[in-house]
Every structure is written in C-alpha cells, then in structure tokens.
C-alpha cells in the first residue's frame, strides 16, 4: 500500500533563507501528488500539484516542488521565506486504486525572525 | 463561490452526549470525507463517501457514525461512545477522481468540557 514521509515534524529558518520540506513516498507506480498548506486553526489549502509533464510545478507565492521517481521524492523548496509562511505543511499522494489521497504527518515550518 | 461549509467552528459537548457536526459543499462533488486532526498526528480518517446513500468507515471510525442522503451533506456525529473527542475536525470533499486533490473546509474544533 501507497504510504507518505515527511522526514521532518518542525522546520526552523530565519526570515529570507531558504528553506527545503522533505517528502517521500512509497510506491514508483504512476502517481499525483500535491502540497497542502495549514495556517493556524484553518482548514488544508491546496499549494501546488503534480500530474504529469514538467517535474517542477511552482505555486503563485513562490514555492516550487520537484518530482524526483527514481528517489520516489517529492520535496518542497522556497528560496526566501517570509514571516507568512508560517504554517503545517502537508504533502500528500493519490492511492489510484480507490481515488483517495495518502497523507504525510505534516511539517510545521516556523520562520524565525 | 464554491466552497465547503463546516459549522460550527467551535463547539462544546459534555461527557456522554452526542453532537453532529454539520459540512455542506456547493462544488458538486461526489466524494466527501471526514477527518480527524490532533496535535503532531497529521490527519486521520474517519468515514468517507463516494456516492449518496453510501459511506465507508476510515481508520478511526469507532465513536462516529455518519449518514449520506445528499450529494452536498455529510454530517458527522460524534458519539458518547468516542472516548477522547477533543480534536479538530475537518470535512473534505473531491470530484471522486484524485487527480485534482481535496478541497477542504474551515474545520471545527470540539472540546468536552
């Protein structure tokens, strides 16, 4: 069965440093994965997704995620953090045998200032 | 706007009483999900649905029961039988095909006081 790792429970970075969410996941079969983002007692928005095509997607506030098949990876990179940034960060694949998404434990990212 | 609603945000229970939990979406999706969320356990799932009148027990189904007779609502209720209520719920929904992910509401918070 499909499982998903994220490495890291709590990421702290200073303000404009980059920073690297790790996330790995079990299964080489054709998959879709996605990043979700959690800001404080709110509910999961979706920041950016792999299908198919291009291994670097980039989401409109600047984080950019690479899907890696041969290392079953699918990390999220922002090269400058800001202090909104602050927030869990989910990742996330689809079980393609009964359409569910896999989660990942999150990664709370805390960016100090 | 298309969107799922979760209501209330916050909400009270006292020890061995039973509360629902209210999601309605707009998005006319088939599937629908509920989610537990407790501090560093990511999200577990609780009951999901694919198709009115039809619903599934996720991983942490015990205490809960959940009914289907809409395609826009899936309320979840909480029972005297679930022996640590206290956590965040969020509801979900999707298109049943994962390809575009999750959209997910505001989330309540339930404590038993």
């Known amino acids: 069965a499909q499982s998903v790792t994220q490495l890291d429970s709590q990421v702290p970075v200073f303000e404009e440093a980059p920073v690297e969410l790790r996330c790995n996941y079990s299964?080489?079969?054709?998959?879709?994965l996605f990043w979700y983002v959690q800001y404080p007692n709110q509910g999961l928005q979706l920041l950016l997704k792999y299908l198919s095509g291009s291994t670097l997607v980039e989401s409109i506030n600047g984080f950019e995620a690479e899907f890696n098949k041969s290392q079953t990876s699918f990390h999220l990179r922002k090269p400058s953090v800001h202090i909104s940034d602050t927030a869990e960060y989910f990742c996330a694949v689809s079980d393609r045998s009964n359409y569910q998404l896999i989660w990942g434990a999150g990664t709370k990212l805390i960016i100090k200032p | 706007d298309g969107g799922i609603t979760q209501s209330p945000k916050y909400l009270f229970r006292k020890e061995g009483q039973n509360v629902t939990l209210s999601c309605e979406q707009n998005l006319n999706h088939d599937a629908m999900y509920w989610y537990r969320q407790d501090p560093g356990q990511g999200l577990r799932l609780i009951y999901y649905s694919q198709i009115v009148n039809d619903f599934q027990k996720g991983d942490i189904a015990e205490g809960y029961s959940v009914s289907r007779e809409k395609k826009e609502s899936f309320p979840l209720t909480v029972t005297s039988a679930q022996k640590n209520p206290t956590a965040f719920y969020l509801c979900a929904s999707s298109t049943g095909v994962s390809d575009y992910g999750y959209t997910f509401g505001s989330g309540t918070r339930l404590t038993v006081v």
């Open positions: 299964s080489s079969v054709s998959v879709y």
